[in-house]
């Protein structure tokens, strides 16, 4: 899949439910940025990349690859932070769940790992 697809798909993602406008505001661009984005009209330039990548707090790797990983660096505590009950807990149990998350998904790759190695 080619990069601006890629970005595309993502950044619809990332967007959820927001609407453009709202989303825009969020990671400090123009809407019609967005937009063009989303829809693969223009390419983006690096610094607009850049400004994404550190409103959300994720690598721009993330933005551009065919799988987002959702345990990287910010990208969790990005997408946890839009929920209403994750914003309702104290910053100490935020970062408790959070590694819960991160310790389960690591149990869950080794397990898968331990099972592609047994079929092999």
């Known amino acids: 899949m080619e990069l601006s697809k890629k970005l595309s798909k993502n950044m619809k993602t990332l967007r959820g439910s927001k609407s453009q406008a709202a989303f825009s505001k969020e990671i400090g661009i123009a809407k019609a940025t967005v937009n063009s984005i989303e829809t693969q009209r223009a390419s983006i330039r690096l610094d607009t990349l850049e400004v994404i990548c550190l409103h959300l707090g ?3 790797q993330s933005l551009l690859s065919d ?3 959702c345990m990287e660096s910010g990208m969790l505590e990005y997408l946890l932070g839009r929920t209403e009950w994750y914003l309702k807990l104290s910053p100490e149990d935020q970062q408790a769940y959070i590694q819960w998350l991160r310790h389960t998904a690591d149990l869950f790759e080794r ?3 331990q099972n592609k190695e047994r079929k092999e």
Do not use: V
């Open 58 to 60: 994720i690598p721009p």
């Open 67 to 69: 799988e987002m990983d």
């Open 111 to 113: 397990l898968i790992g």
